[in-house]
Every structure is written in C-alpha cells, then in structure tokens.
Nanobody, 121 residues
Framework: QVQLVESGGGWVQAGGSLRLSCAAS????????MGWFRQAPGKEREFVAA????????TYENSIEGRFTISRDNAQNTVYLQMNSLKPEDTAVYYC??????????????WGQGTQVTVSS
C-alpha cells in the first residue's frame, strides 16, 4: 500500500510559477513510476506527466509544451512538478499517482487527495 500527499498548490497570476510536491509513504515508492494528473471543473481527469522509478525517463502531455518539469527524490520519497509560464487553462486540481501501470498506460493505482491550482488572467 502507498499513501500519497500533495502540497504546493495555490493561486498565481498567468505567467507565474508553482512547484507541487507529492510525499509518498509505503515500501513500493521506489518500484513504480510516478505521475501527475489534473482535473479541471467540468472536465475529465487528464494525464500531465510521468517519471520512471529511477528518474531517468520522463514523459509529458503534449499541451504542456516544455513548461512543466517532473522530478523525483527517492531518498525523500517525493515527486515534484515544477510548473512555469502558467496559463489560466492550467487551473485544475492536481493529483499525483503511482502504480504498476503509470508508465505503460498512464493509469494510477494509488492516488493522493489532490491540490488546487488556480491561475488568474
């Protein structure tokens, strides 16, 4: 079992930056890829980014366009999402997730509770 707790969300003006953190507990953290997802009001949850368990490979949703960077610190059991050049359309609840299918299918098994990101124009 893995428990995930996100933090770092908040309000920011367009063009600003935020860094989200996801602290994990449970012995499987270093075995799985980690991912970030988001859900905007009235929309389905969508994939944002993922990182392999070693941190050597990353993948991103196309619309991110190099603005976001996912990273992980296995010694701290934490995964990060650095978000730069934020746009109003990035407003959403952001979730971290992990599990055996994150990398292959972008499907999470274990989920955090989410953190709200609001970008004003």
């Amino acid at each position: 079992q893995v428990q995930l707790v996100e933090s770092g969300g908040g309000w920011v003006q367009a063009g600003g930056s935020l860094r989200l953190s996801c602290a994990a507990s449970g012995r499987t953290f270093n075995s799985y890829a980690m991912g970030w997802f988001r859900q905007a009001p009235g929309k389905e949850r969508e994939f944002v980014a993922a990182i392999t368990w070693t941190g050597s490979s990353t993948t991103y949703e196309n619309s991110i366009e190099g603005r976001f960077t996912i990273s992980r610190d296995n010694a701290q059991n934490t995964v990060y999402l650095q978000m730069n050049s934020l746009k109003p359309e990035d407003t959403a609840v952001y979730y971290c997730a992990t599990g055996p299918y994150i990398w292959s299918s972008q499907k999470g098994t274990y989920w955090g509770q989410g953190t709200q990101v609001t970008v004003s124009s």
